[in-house]
């Protein structure tokens, strides 16, 4: 299995609404991640996690909440967003190189289009 | 990671190769190029990486500069289905991939 699944594709929901985006990999990666994609726009990371652990947060709202419950799942939990929030959100996966030299092998998911009502 | 320049849009016959060119002049030595696109409404997908040798796989070739200051990503026969953004990226092994503005590239028939 060398992809990356996305659930759901669409999505629309209301600012009072509390949703979830669910992302999982069966590639053996132990990095993962949650970008956000504004149209017409470059995708920009929002979260890392390393090994169940999250490392990087890009200054992103609490409203946004990141949860790596295992290996193989990363979830986004969506809470009070605002219209402006509306976008596609990608998750990629990654592997960690032999010997401590980097990480490599992105590989992305199609995305769920969020729109935010 | 060093920054990169790509042209904003660029055009291509069907059929014809297309020749995208990236320049990264503060790329130090042990960061490589990556290549990767994203079809409209899709994930991004890698295409290449190099360090200083020219790579070629079955998708495209990329063709690195003797001072590695740019670079340029060749598909030797466009297609239709290669219509989309193209981003250049150079990165160490660190945990940021990191997106500019990449080409939006337009195979026309």
Known sequence: DTEVTQTPKHLVMGMTNKKSLKCEQHMGHRAMYWYKQKAKKPPELMFVYSYEKLSINESVPSRFSPECP?????????????????????????????NGQGIDGYTFGSGTRLTVV | DAKTTQPTSMDCAEGRAANLPCNHSTISGNEYVYWYRQIHSQGPQYIIHGLKNNETNEMASLIITEDRKS??????????RDTAVYYCIVRRGSEKLVFGKG???TVNP
Do not use: G, R, V, W
């Open chain 1, 70 to 98: 295992n290996s193989s799942l990363l979830n986004l939990h969506l809470h009070a967003l605002q219209p402006e929030d509306s976008a596609l959100y990608l998750c990629a996966s990654s592997h960690y190189l032999h």
């Open chain 2, 71 to 80: 670079s340029t990503l060749i598909l030797p026969h466009a297609t239709l």
């Open chain 2, 103 to 105: 080409t939006k590239l």
